[in-house]
């Protein structure tokens, strides 16, 4: 609960993925069926956390598939936002997400059935032969290139996880971290400095997850602390817009909206971002605030050392939505009737300098 209050406290995104483990536990020990603030429940019913099912298949050991998760899931008041394989074998023969193209029934809840919608997972610290990609797509076949390309008539989209071995907060066999928090937030903010100083690619829609284990939270002294050392140390670019929180849900939703066209997808190797993390780049202060990002209504502009003197809002085809003239540290705007997508905020300070962000309308 402490790394949900964390999260929710700092307002990024969390996908809490649960096995049927803990599903269960959830059953017998929170009342989950009939307790409305059970921690699955809580949690989901959150702007800032999805739970979904994340599974590993045995019929011997674990007796559940993601049709049984869901059932689980559902038996204890949480409504999926999104149907996610959580955890996919991206390429087989085991476990392969190509047996999930169709609606499956569950193995132990056998009346129950479920469709997948999302792959999520092949890149994940600590497997060697991971699919190490940014972007969204809909894969071919699970093979080393199948996986890696795009099939517009295919029923499941894969959202690429980026350069897993950079950003997963997970523990080596002596139980230590294998990056400090200050490593991970320099290769973020690396990763977002090289996308947003270089020319977009076709369809540029760049996706990263950070991993963290259930099992490493108590391996880890104060380990809600680490997760907000991470979330603050990017605070200012997700203030600038250089990098956005959204859950996995939120990304497919994001990218349907923009790319109606099946025939557009996005894929980048993880080696083609190149940055280099360093800790020195982690800045005290931040001369603007754009906030909140993602926002629904309004967006907050607030200049810590100059007077602003012209704000424009561009869409991404370089036309001008809205403007706002202040000679004040601050304006505010009203972006309540923007259509859901990505802008650009041009900032104009009175001293002649300016900057251009990203922001995110919900």
């Known amino acids: 609960m402490a790394v949900c209050d964390t999260i929710i406290a700092k307002q990024a995104k969390y996908n809490m993925q649960v096995d049927a483990n803990l599903i269960k536990g959830a059953l017998i020990h929170d009342n989950a069926a009939t307790n409305p603030n059970d921690l699955l429940e809580w949690a989901n019913n959150s702007p800032y956390i999805d739970v979904d099912g994340h599974n590993h298949f045995d019929q011997f050991i674990n007796p559940y598939n993601y049709a049984d998760l869901a059932y689980l899931l559902d038996s204890c008041g949480v409504t999926l936002n999104r149907n996610i394989l959580g955890g996919v074998a991206w390429k087989g023969p085991f476990e392969s997400w190509t047996q999930y193209l169709e609606p499956i029934h569950g193995y132990t809840f056998t009346n129950f059935i479920w469709q997948a919608d999302i792959l999520w997972g092949p890149a994940t610290p600590g497997h060697g032969d991971d699919f190490q990609y940014f972007g969204v797509w809909r894969p071919t076949s699970p093979t080393d290139l199948g996986f890696g390309m795009h099939n517009p008539a295919g029923k499941l989209t894969a959202i690429g996880g980026g350069c897993k071995g950079d950003i997963g907060f997970v523990l080596d066999t002596t139980g230590t971290p294998k990056l400090t928090t200050h490593e991970i937030i320099a290769n973020l903010r690396g990763m977002a400095d090289y996308i947003n100083s270089n ?8 996706t990263a997850n950070m991993l963290i284990n259930f099992r490493d939270f108590t391996e880890v002294p104060n380990f809600p602390d680490s997760i907000a050392t991470i979330i603050d140390g990017i605070q200012d670019y997700v203030d600038e817009g250089k990098i956005v929180w959204l859950t996995l849900a939120e990304k497919y939703d994001l990218w349907q909206s923009l790319h109606p066209d099946p025939e557009d997808y996005f894929l980048q190797a993880c080696e083609d971002v190149v940055y280099t993390g360093t800790s020195d780049v982690l800045p005290a202060t931040y001369n603007l605030r754009i906030y909140p990002n993602p926002a629904s209504s309004v967006l907050n502009i607030q200049s810590e ?14 036309r001008i939505i809205l403007t706002e003239q202040t000679t004040a540290n601050s304006a505010t705007l009203d972006v309540s009737n923007l259509q859901r997508g990505i802008y650009l905020l041009n900032v104009q300070s009175r001293d002649g300098d300016a900057v251009v962000i990203k922001f995110l309308k919900e």
């Open 199 to 206: 020319p977009p690619p076709p369809n540029a829609f760049y």
């Open 305 to 318: 050392q100059t007077d602003l003197a012209g704000i424009q809002v561009y869409d991404l085809l370089g």
